[in-house]
């Protein structure tokens, strides 16, 4: 099974989108808010980078705006039920 990180920021427009897209399409993943103690610091260790958004899917990062985002997730997950709506 995929597991998908997602690393947001409170009041993030692209984290949103990202999180809405998800939900439409059925993806689950796992939030963690970069605004808590030491998540920031976590993904700067783990993934190289801490601005939000960040997703990490089976060890693969993706970062930058949901636009930038939302194709390499898409062939990441390979996944015919992700639709190629926009939000």
């Known amino acids: 099974m995929t597991e998908i990180l997602l690393y947001t920021s409170p009041g993030c427009p692209d984290c949103a989108a990202l999180k809405q897209w998800f939900a439409q399409n059925g993806i689950a993943c796992v939030e963690r808010d970069l605004s808590r103690p030491g998540v920031a610091d976590e993904a ?15 060890g693969r990062v993706f970062y930058g705006t949901f636009a930038d985002q939302r194709p390499k997730i898409e062939a990441a997950l390979g996944d015919a039920r992700v639709s190629r709506s926009t939000v």
Do not use: E, L, N
């Open 44 to 58: 700067k260790r783990r993934h190289g980078v801490r601005v939000a958004p960040i997703t990490v899917i089976d």
